[in-house]
């Protein structure tokens, strides 16, 4: 990545979202109507979507779908939470409940709605916005502390896209920061723009900032989320190693139903100064101390708190026997024992007296917590690979 490093001046978000120039008025809506779909099944109809609307007035927003109580229910809303509670079958075909109006999927990413509100009926255009899937984060149920090995300085290719048609609009590569403070991952950039979001998961951050602020308490910004720009946001990032990672940020100009203005904003950041490859506790070697934390970690899924992503080093999100292997690649697993960098009987015997006291030490394989057949194959064949 340092190769293709940028060597121009400061290039801001703000000139990025600029260069873009994504207004209401660019492009206009097609007046579909309502079409029966055709092979819609099993939709999950949550995520966020860019809606180009007409009727009483034109205009874009970023419009979303969160789950509520009860089957194939919903809230349709704008980011402030204006909107309705409608009912979204597996088909497709959307109800909205309490007010008049429907509409209909024509494929699992893409949907027509046609309200009444204002005075008129209004044509809805939503199409889900690119580098965003169903489990974009909407709103922040449980907040996890975030693992502070993740703070450094990361080369960053930062793409403007357009959020209408996904098409990469401009581009720059340099070094921002991530810093780590309890459940908080921020990104910094050279020009000292921020984006602040919220660890959902060890592997997942969520950003909301929504001003003014919406009466409804589901839409509000998320408690620490923060941005530097005059913009809303809602963003993603997720975790692709202890190394490296990759961010969906969505912005809207904080301007009335009709005048706002969306941009999008890619990250892929990759770790200047690298960890090596089993290095759990980030001192920069690989040794006992972080043989004890990677077993600690097997059986663990990166839905699990306590998931260290430094780990996987299979880079599947879940820390198993491929990953034991891995490890062994880099560590002498089984040199449980004086002398060390050798294997000889004296690390057979310790290992079996760690296992007959069902020392955790010893808890090499699924299942975690029993100690059996598993364990004692997983150490013979460490033992049987030797030391790296
Ligand atoms: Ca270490
Ligand atoms: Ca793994
Ligand atoms: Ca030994
Ligand atoms: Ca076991």
Redesign the pocket.
């Known amino acids: 990545m340092k190769s293709i490093r940028s060597t121009k001046s400061l290039c801001t978000i703000k000139s990025l979202l600029a260069a873009a120039a994504i207004a209401a008025t660019a492009g206009s809506a097609a007046a579909q109507q309502t079409d029966g779909a055709r092979g819609v099944t099993d939709l999950d109809p949550r995520g966020v979507y860019f809606n180009r609307f007409t009727g009483g007035f034109p205009g874009t927003e970023w419009f979303t779908t969160i789950p509520t109580n009860g089957t194939n229910r919903y809230r349709l809303a704008d980011i402030v939470g204006g909107g309705w509670g409608a009912l979204v079958t597996p088909e497709g075909a959307v109800d909205i409940l309490n007010a008049p109006g429907d509409g209909q999927y024509s494929d699992a990413d893409n949907y027509i709605l046609n309200p009444s509100f204002a005075g008129s009926t209004f044509i809805f255009n939503n199409n889900r916005a690119p580098h965003t899937d169903v489990d974009f984060p909407l709103q922040l149920f449980s907040p996890v502390a975030g693992n502070s090995m993740l703070s450094g300085v990361y080369t960053t290719l930062t793409q403007s896209v357009n959020p209408e048609t996904g098409e990469i609009q401009s581009g720059n590569t340099e070094d921002n920061t991530v810093l780590i403070v309890g459940d908080i991952f921020s990104i910094t950039n050279p020009a000292s723009e921020f984006f602040r979001g919220v660890f959902e998961t060890p592997t997942r951050v969520g950003f909301r900032v929504v001003v003014p602020t919406p009466n409804d308490l589901r839409f509000r910004t998320f408690a620490g989320s923060a941005i530097s720009l005059n913009q809303n946001l809602l963003g993603s990032v997720r975790l692709t190693s202890i190394n490296s990672f990759e961010a969906t940020l969505l912005l809207q100009s904080r301007t009335g139903l009709g005048n706002q203005s969306q941009g999008i904003v890619t990250m892929s950041g990759e770790r200047v100064d690298p960890y090596p490859a089993g290095d759990l506790n980030g001192d920069r070697s690989v040794d006992a101390a972080d043989r004890a934390l990677f077993i600690e970690q097997i059986g663990l899924a990166e839905s699990d708190d306590a998931f260290n992503i430094a780990a996987?080093?299979?880079?599947?999100?879940?820390?198993?026997i491929?990953?034991l292997d891995l490890f062994g690649d880099v560590y002498c697993l089984a040199d449980y024992a004086a002398p060390a960098g050798e294997l000889n009987f004296f690390d057979v015997s310790a290992f079996l007296n760690l296992f007959s006291s069902q020392d955790p030490l010893a808890d090499l394989a699924a299942p975690i917590g029993q100690f059996n057949f598993f364990d004692i194959s997983a150490f013979l064949n460490s033992f049987a690979a030797g030391c790296p």
């Open positions: 996987d080093l299979d880079g599947d999100y879940d820390i198993d491929q990953d």
